[in-house]
């Protein structure tokens, strides 16, 4: 039957090459034995093999007995089938591909678009009206930048070569311009400085460095080669902070979304008018807390009978103390056991709360606390409970003093006790990039003189004079403008991250307010008398940025 449809199509075109090309395969199989044809019937088959070639030669005998031995082509048909065209790049999950992997159509195209991105923004900023300053900063750090560097883990190798540095070097000049309004004979290099602005090929090796540091400690990658190909910049991270190689926190997302305890979130004002009923409802009531002080993190647990202060270390961060105070104290009451009872956890961070209660897990030590408190909860029902810091609650009070007392000690045993936090390969990215920006701006010579004079170097200046006024990028305020959903204080986790959290409350910069303004805590009063050179100091020591 394929033939036959096959000669029809002939038939309609008028192809005699093609007749006499078929005409030929249907005597050959015409010819062919009984054994031959392996599918159906050998009279049918014959039938229709013969009622082909009489129609092929009643269509043009001539021209159909005419048979030639020569191999049918007919460039006819070639012109019609359709050709694979061949494409020099493509895109895929937003990385555009060349042939021969040289990125150079991809970074044209970012480029290209970051550019026109930069363009719409100068239509609405003038040198004297239009959008601030500290507005078209926040559009090109927030939008364009990381636009412009999204998939750097695989092309970050294309930057090194000088044409894709000075592709990058326009769109930055664009934006720096944009946002000082300063003339266009003004050098890059002197007002990337003035912005703390680090060059776009640093910012895109610190981009590569933290995504490969996290697919390499999740176990999705593997270099053989550490010296060569994009596995260098792994290398690279390694040498410059070799605690890196050590044990890491993250793990793979982990969904977890049947919770067996409780959470409560109660306010201040209940607390205030409603703390007996809180927290005497018949069971018992544990409290944890966490520490970091200049010497190290601590962990404190305080319970009936029970009172435990852990060290943790340098390289543990106040989350992480949080978070293993609540697991030891899950491990207590596992090691006290006993009848089925009321169990009430209270703490003060509520970051660690929250983490404990969500369906998402990205961290180890929360995924194991997450388990404990889960299995207790299938004997005992347990409630955990935020409770607000400072406020008189004398178990939170004792719980503190405990997690002092561990962070005041040395740890004994390998660090990190309990695994690198996502926070330390940021904070030693960052500190990279701010070296290697110094580096350039020290090494740059000739024609930056005047420059050179009047800036000392990069420098996280700009955005201080903010802090008093609370617009400023503490999250309180970006969940007024809804750039974020948690006001969450992103150093201790325990209150709102505002201007006055940081200034007077905060506990983990309380060491820094001790030294700077003379007091652990303080009343926002107070802040008027002490004036702003203080509290400017006060925030350079503390590393507070825009």
Known sequence: MALYALWQRAMRRKKHQQMKALLRVANAYRAASPRA?????????????????????????EEVQDLSDEPYYDKEDENEMDRLEVFQGQGYLGVILDHKLTWRQHVDYKVSKARNSLWACRRVVGSSWGLSPKVVHWLYTTIVRPSLIYGSIVWWTC????????????????????????????????????????????VIQGEARKTGFRLWSQGSWTFMNPGKGRSTILAELHEDCPILLARSDTVSPTHRFNRKFTVVFPSREEWKSKKRQLIEGGGQVWYTDGSLAREGSGS????????LSFPL????????????????????????????????????????????????????????CRRALDDISAKHKVSLMWVPGHAGVKGNEMADHLARMGSGNSFVGPEPALGLSANLVRKTTGEWIQNQHSLRWNNISGHLRQARELLAGPAERIGRFCLLTGHNTFRRHLVVTRVVNDPTCTWCGEEEESSAHILCRCETLGYH???????????????KRIGPKNVLAFAKRAGLRN
């Not at 392996?38 to 093999?49: A, C, H, I, P, T």
């Not at 894709?164 to 890059?188: E, G, H, M």
Request: proline share 3%; with cysteine.
């Open 37 to 61: 044809l392996q599918m159906g019937s050998y009279e049918k088959e014959q039938e229709r093999l013969y009622k082909l070639m009489l129609e092929c030669l009643s269509e043009n005998e």
């Open 159 to 202: 930057i090194k070569t000088e044409a894709t540095r000075a592709k990058l070097n326009k769109v930055q000049r664009l934006a720096c311009l944009s946002i000082t309004s300063a003339v266009r004979t003004t050098p890059l290099s002197a007002i990337e400085t003035l912005l703390n602005l680090p060059p776009l090929d640093l």
């Open 300 to 307: 404190g647990v305080y319970g009936p009978r029970t009172r």
């Open 313 to 368: 270390g340098g390289h543990t961060t106040v989350f992480q103390a949080e978070v293993y105070a609540i697991l030891a104290c899950v491990n207590r009451i596992r090691e006290i056991d006993g009848s089925r009872r009321r169990i009430t956890i209270c703490s003060d961070s509520q970051a660690a709360i929250q983490a404990l209660s969500a369906w998402k897990i990205t961290s180890g030590l929360v995924l194991e």
């Open 513 to 527: 307010r001790q030294t700077m303004l003379g007091s652990r805590t303080l009343e926002p009063i107070e802040i």
